[in-house]
C-alpha cells in the first residue's frame, strides 16, 4: 500500500495542503506501521471545493458535515469539514482515547497535544479526558474491542468506567452499535479479552443479559469440566478456536456454543441433560436481540444443537452422521461444527469421515445413482428415507468405488 501522505498530496492541490490533517486512527496505524483500510481527515475546505474534487456529503449523525470520497487502493476518504483548524487542539482532546487525538500535516508535522505517539508505542489505551466515556459511551466497548487487540487501558481509564453509572445511557443505544463492537473484536488477536473486560468492569448486562450468568452455572460435571464454571469453560474454548481461525463467526459460535445450558434447572445442576436441544430456539432469540445477521442465528442455533453429539462422533449410527452433515450443509457450517466439537473439551478426537459424510449428504439424485423417474413415482413420504438409505450405503464403500467423479452407481 502506498502511503497515504504522498496520496493525499497528489489529491488535493497544493494551495489546500494547510487547509488538510490527517486524525484518529489513521495517524495512530501510520505510527505503527499497519495498513489502514480508511482514511480520516479534518479539513476546512470548503463544500464547493471539496464537490470539486470529488467529495461527496453524506448524512451526518453529529452536527459536523461529513465529506466522503473511495479510492480503490485506499478504501473510503472520509473528511469531517470544520469552519477552521486554527485550533486543533481543542477537537482533539474530545477524543475517545489518546492514541486517537493525534492529527498530522500534509508535510508529515505530528501534532500530539496529550502524548498519544507515547501510548502508541507502549499500546496504552488512555482516556482524553475524565468527561471521555460520557461523551459517548460506545467508547467503553470500543475500549475492549482495542483490549481484543492487545492494547491495555491504564488503571485510571478502568476506573472511569467501573465507577460510571451507565444503565440509563445503555437504554437508549441502539443495539446494533454494541453489536458492531463486538463483532469487530472477534476476529483480533484476543478476543476473550473483550468479554472478560464487560465482567471484570460489569458493564453491557443491557446487552449480554446471558453473559453475565455465564459465571455463576457450572459447566457440567468436574470429571469433565475441571475449569468450573461456564464463563471459564466458554472463554477457553474461544481461545482455542482463535488459535486455529479468525473467522468471527466461528469465534461467536464457539463462544456461545452452550447458550442452551442457561435453559437448566438449577435443582439439576451439575448435569445438563437436553441442553443441545434447548439451545436452538435460545439462539435464535438470542441472535435477534442482538440484531446479528441471519446467518450467525442459523449457525450458532445448530451448533449449540448439534455439538454434543458431534463429540461422541465415532459412537454415532452411520444414518445419525449423514442426518447431522446434511444439517450442516444447510445450515453452512460444516467447517465450524468440527472445529468447535474438537475444542469443546481437551482430548475430544476428531471427527474422523465428517469430510466424507459431508460429500455424501451434498450429493445429488444422479451421483447417487437414482432413477429420477423411479423417485417421482415415489410417495413424497418416503422419499426422504429412500434417500438417506442410499447415502448410508456409501459410507461403508471404499473411497475409489464412491461416485463423487460426477459418474453414478447404475440403479438397482
Known amino acids: 500500500m502506498t502511503a497515504p501522505i504522498p496520496f493525499l498530496k497528489s489529491l488535493f492541490p497544493p494551495s489546500c495542503h494547510c487547509r488538510v490533517l490527517l486524525v484518529g486512527g489513521t495517524v495512530r496505524d501510520m505510527l505503527l506501521g499497519r495498513k489502514n483500510g480508511d482514511i480520516d481527515l479534518v479539513s476546512s475546505l470548503s463544500p464547493t471545493e471539496l464537490t470539486t474534487l470529488g467529495f461527496h456529503q453524506v448524512k451526518a449523525t453529529s452536527g459536523a458535515s461529513i465529506y466522503f470520497r473511495y479510492h480503490p487502493?485506499?478504501?473510503?476518504?472520509?473528511?469531517?469539514?470544520?469552519?477552521?483548524?486554527?485550533d486543533p487542539e481543542k477537537d482533539l482532546a474530545r477524543r475517545d482515547f489518546t492514541i486517537n487525538a493525534m492529527a498530522m500535516e500534509l508535510n508529515g508535522t505530528l501534532i500530539d497535544p496529550i502524548k498519544g505517539a507515547d501510548d502508541v508505542k507502549n499500546k496504552i489505551l488512555r482516556a482524553c479526558s475524565e468527561d471521555s466515556f460520557s461523551i459517548d459511551p460506545l467508547r467503553i466497548f470500543r475500549a475492549f474491542r482495542f483490549e481484543a487487540d492487545e492494547w491495555r487501558m491504564t488503571a485510571e481509564t478502568a476506573a472511569l468506567i467501573r465507577h460510571g453509572n451507565w444503565a440509563e445511557t445503555f437504554g437508549a443505544m441502539p443495539v446494533e452499535r454494541f453489536s458492531n463492537e463486538m463483532l469487530k473484536a472477534l476476529p483480533l488477536k484476543t478476543p476473550e479479552r473483550f468479554f472478560e473486560r464487560m465482567i471484570e468492569l460489569h458493564v453491557g448486562?443491557?446487552?449480554?443479559?446471558?453473559?453475565?450468568?455465564?459465571?455463576?452455572?457450572?459447566?457440567?460435571?468436574?470429571?469433565?469440566?475441571?475449569?468450573?464454571?461456564?464463563?471459564?469453560?466458554s472463554i477457553q474454548v474461544l481461545q482455542?478456536?482463535?488459535?486455529?481461525?479468525?473467522?468471527?463467526?466461528?469465534?461467536?459460535?464457539?463462544?456461545f456454543h452452550d447458550l442452551g445450558k442457561l435453559a437448566t434447572d438449577p435443582a439439576l445442576y451439575p448435569k445438563h441433560h437436553g441442553h443441545d436441544a434447548a439451545g436452538f430456539a435460545m439462539a435464535v432469540e438470542f441472535c435477534n436481540q442482538l440484531r446479528l445477521p441471519a446467518t450467525y442465528r442459523t449457525a450458532l442455533a445448530w451448533i449449540s444443537t448439534l455439538h454434543g453429539k458431534a463429540n461422541l462422533w465415532a459412537t454415532l449410527r452411520d444414518a445419525t452422521k449423514i442426518t447431522m452433515a446434511e444439517q450442516s450443509i444447510r445450515a453452512?457450517?460444516?467447517?465450524?461444527?468440527?472445529?468447535?466439537?474438537?475444542?469443546?473439551?481437551?482430548?475430544?478426537?476428531?471427527?474422523?469421515?465428517?469430510?466424507?459424510?459431508?460429500?455424501?449428504?451434498?450429493?445429488?439424485?444422479?451421483?447417487?445413482?437414482?432413477?429420477?423417474e423411479k423417485l417421482e413415482a415415489m410417495p413424497?413420504?418416503?422419499?426422504?428415507?429412500?434417500?438417506?438409505?442410499?447415502?448410508?450405503?456409501?459410507?461403508?464403500?471404499?473411497?475409489?468405488?464412491?461416485?463423487?467423479?460426477?459418474?453414478?452407481?447404475?440403479?438397482?
Not at 459465571?215 to 461456564?230: M, T, V, Y
Request: aromatic fraction near 6%.
Open 205 to 233: 448486562t443491557e446487552f449480554l443479559p446471558e453473559l453475565f450468568r455465564l459465571p455463576s452455572i457450572p459447566a457440567g460435571p468436574l470429571q469433565h469440566h475441571p475449569e468450573g464454571d461456564l464463563f471459564s469453560h
Open 240 to 255: 482455542r478456536v482463535a488459535s486455529s481461525t479468525d473467522d468471527p463467526l466461528t469465534r461467536f459460535c464457539a463462544l
Open 380 to 412: 413424497v413420504k418416503k422419499r426422504t428415507s429412500y434417500l438417506l438409505q442410499k447415502r448410508i450405503r456409501l459410507i461403508s464403500l471404499p473411497e475409489e468405488s464412491l461416485p463423487f467423479s460426477g459418474t453414478p452407481s447404475p440403479e438397482k
Open 332 to 372: 453452512r457450517i460444516v467447517e465450524i461444527l468440527p472445529l468447535v466439537a474438537a475444542t469443546d473439551k481437551i482430548g475430544n478426537p476428531p471427527m474422523t469421515g465428517w469430510d466424507r459424510a459431508v460429500r455424501i449428504a451434498g450429493m445429488n439424485t444422479r451421483e447417487l445413482g437414482i432413477d429420477q
Open 73 to 86: 487502493e485506499f478504501g473510503k476518504i472520509e473528511i469531517t469539514r470544520i469552519d477552521s483548524l486554527e
